[in-house]
């Protein structure tokens, strides 16, 4: 083990001690209740789960097989709990909660309610927004899957204070790690918003900024080159958000305003690595016109133009 995995660990087994610490998780009875932790995920998840078996129970939170046998044991002795035989499977049994188990779990959520807002009542509303970041971030980076859905993604036209500089890190930040780029594409990402507020014109240029929390992790833009013709710039979407659409939802969106404005033609710049976003924009009727050999940002790279006619 190299002094960095250490140096990991030890962080990792810190936060582990503080956050158990202020949740109290250590107590042997959760929320000054009779049951345990365990007790109450395994209440909770028989509540929420539809047809919930005791197999199931034991994939999800990864319990003991024997240690769940006699929480079940003691649910159903203290008439929390009962089992319905599956008439497909007479070895299988779904287990309900009965009406005092069913109270019992909602006057345990409104204590954890309680308990959560005790610990976040100091905290500004800034810090608070920071701290429900910082945890879907643990959670999406350890299930390997968007914890979110395009439901949740707030989209917004409005341009902000720190908008563009948001923007900017993401070109910057993104494009290095998945592209190699140096840094002289951000320079290159900076110098092209430059360029644009020399002109700025919020009746023809218009900006969707998708946000999680506050948070940018999605955008797009169309800016006017003249009354017949504009240009897709600046489209990007955070490596956690994608898969759930957000992509498309921006693309139509600014597609929609371009046919609202009148535009004739749509034209966009892009290089022959972003293979995933050239398809998008072939799928949505653009077509490559131009492309020339090129050494930019590090890499040699084929720059392209493709172009959409609307009328």
Request: net charge neutral; charged share 30%; proline share 2%.
């Amino acid at each position: 083990m190299n002094p960095l995995d250490t140096s990991l660990i030890h962080k990792i087994r810190k936060f582990n001690r503080f956050y158990t610490n202020i949740l109290g998780l250590l107590d042997r009875h959760l929320l000054d209740s009779e049951f345990s932790l365990a007790e109450v995920r395994v209440l909770y998840d028989i509540g929420h789960m539809e047809n919930c078996t005791a197999k199931e129970l034991i994939e999800k939170l990864r319990i003991d097989s024997g240690y769940l046998s006699r929480i079940i044991k003691r649910f159903r002795k203290d008439n929390l709990i009962y089992r319905v035989q599956s008439s497909d499977d007479g070895r299988l049994y779904y287990l309900h909660l009965t009406d005092k188990g069913e109270d019992i779990l909602i006057k345990l959520d409104a204590l954890s309610n309680n308990q959560i807002c005790k610990v976040v009542s100091s905290l500004t509303d800034r810090d608070k927004t920071k701290v429900v970041d910082c945890m879907l971030i643990i959670e999406n980076t350890f299930s390997g899957e968007p914890i979110l859905t395009d439901e949740e993604v707030k989209i917004r036209c409005d341009l902000k204070p720190g908008d563009v500089g948001n923007l900017i890190h993401l070109h910057g930040w993104i494009y290095s790690e998945e592209c190699g780029y140096n840094h002289m594409f951000e320079g290159y990402v900076c110098k092209t918003f430059s360029d644009l507020f020399e002109n700025y014109n919020q009746e023809n240029d218009r900006f969707w900024f998708a946000e999680v929390n506050g948070k940018m992790v999605g955008a797009i833009a169309i800016v006017a080159h003249s009354p017949m013709q504009a240009q897709l710039r600046w489209f990007l979407i955070h490596p956690e958000f994608r898969g759930i659409g957000l992509g498309s939802t921006l693309m139509n969106e600014a597609m929609k305003y371009c046919k609202e404005k009148g535009y004739q033609q749509v034209f966009l710049e892009t290089t022959n690595d972003q293979k995933t976003a050239i398809r998008m924009y072939m799928n949505k009727g653009f077509r490559k016109v131009a492309e020339h050999e090129k050494e930019m940002w590090g890499r040699k790279l084929v720059e392209q133009t493709y172009e959409l006619n609307l009328k």
